[in-house]
């Protein structure tokens, strides 16, 4: 069987996706880890995007985390991470398109944003959106441990990463998991302890540090 070749970033939110589906799978992989400052020839071949995560598998060359986990998910088929009907696979796939558009962006926003009118407008859009996880989400979709049930799915993997990141929020922006949230609090505290999240896992340490110079950068430069 054709080797599957796997280029990401250890701080990359999106390579994280893919390498808990790979782990999950178990399908083995060859991780190449690349230098986002500086990319080699070989990864831009593959990721037209110059992006992680990226994968090679024989002929194939896929980049853009969610297509390649779909790929994942249709050419490696156990374990399921998506339902087998369609209405659960749509419901699925809106909740993904929402961490993707409405979670990341307002967490971006508060971590990022240019100014304290622009943080406070994603404090207020991140709040927002971990309320309607907590009420439309994890509270009307499943009564088991993950999103969609008793079983991991796409959709626990897809918002994993910015959890993992909430001690960056609470160091530089004063923001944790409101007291309203307890289901997602359960949900999270049920996720992490996973084995493929735990082995790709980067300590708050590393975050704390991390983004100590990527927003003291940002602030030089204002």
Same mark, same amino acid.
């Given at each position: 069987?054709?080797?599957?070749?796997? %280029? =990401?970033?250890? &701080?990359?939110?999106?390579?994280?996706?893919?390498? #808990? +589906?790979?782990?999950?799978?178990?399908?083995? =992989?060859?991780?190449?880890? +690349?230098?986002?400052?500086?990319?080699?020839?070989?990864?831009?071949?593959?990721? /037209? $995007?110059?992006?992680?995560?990226?994968?090679?598998? &024989?002929?194939?060359?896929?980049?853009?985390?969610?297509?390649? @986990?779909?790929?994942?998910?249709? +050419?490696?088929? *156990?374990?399921?991470?998506?339902?087998?009907?369609?209405?659960?696979?749509?419901?699925?796939?809106?909740?993904?398109?929402?961490?993707?558009?409405?979670? +990341?962006?307002?967490?971006?926003?508060?971590?990022?944003?240019?100014?304290?009118?622009?943080?406070?407008q994603?404090?207020?859009?991140?709040?927002?959106?971990?309320? %309607?996880?907590?009420?439309?989400?994890?509270?009307?979709?499943?009564?088991? /441990? $993950?999103?969609?049930? *008793? @079983?991991?799915?796409?959709?626990?993997i897809?918002? $994993? !990463?910015?959890? *993992?990141?909430?001690?960056?929020?609470?160091?530089?922006? @004063? =923001?944790?998991? !409101?007291?309203?949230? !307890?289901?997602?609090?359960?949900?999270?505290?049920?996720?992490?302890?996973?084995?493929?999240?735990?082995? #790709? /896992?980067?300590?708050? *340490?590393?975050?704390?540090?991390?983004?100590?110079?990527i927003?003291?950068?940002?602030?030089?430069?204002?």
């Amino acid at each position: 069987m054709t080797t599957l070749q796997l %280029y =990401f970033a250890k &701080g990359s939110t999106f390579s994280q996706r893919t390498r #808990v +589906v790979l782990l999950e799978k178990g399908i083995n =992989f060859t991780g190449i880890e +690349v230098d986002l400052q500086n990319k080699r020839e070989t990864f831009t071949q593959v990721s /037209a $995007y110059g992006k992680v995560p990226a994968i090679k598998h &024989g002929d194939i060359e896929i980049y853009e985390s969610a297509i390649i @986990n779909e790929y994942l998910e249709e +050419v490696f088929p *156990e374990p399921a991470l998506l339902p087998r009907d369609p209405d659960g696979k749509a419901i699925a796939r809106i909740w993904i398109d929402y961490a993707n558009t409405r979670l +990341v962006p307002a967490f971006n926003k508060l971590l990022r944003g240019k100014d304290s009118q622009e943080q406070e407008q994603g404090r207020k859009e991140f709040l927002e959106s971990l309320l %309607y996880i907590e009420q439309k989400g994890l509270g009307q979709s499943s009564n088991g /441990a $993950y999103w969609l049930g *008793e @079983n991991l799915s796409l959709v626990d993997i897809s918002f $994993y !990463p910015w959890f *993992e990141r909430l001690p960056v929020l609470e160091k530089f922006r @004063n =923001f944790s998991l !409101p007291e309203e949230t !307890p289901r997602l609090q359960e949900w999270w505290e049920n996720l992490r302890r996973r084995e493929s999240i735990q082995q #790709v /896992a980067n300590s708050t *340490e590393f975050y704390i540090d991390r983004f100590s110079q990527i927003l003291g950068l940002k602030t030089t430069l204002k």
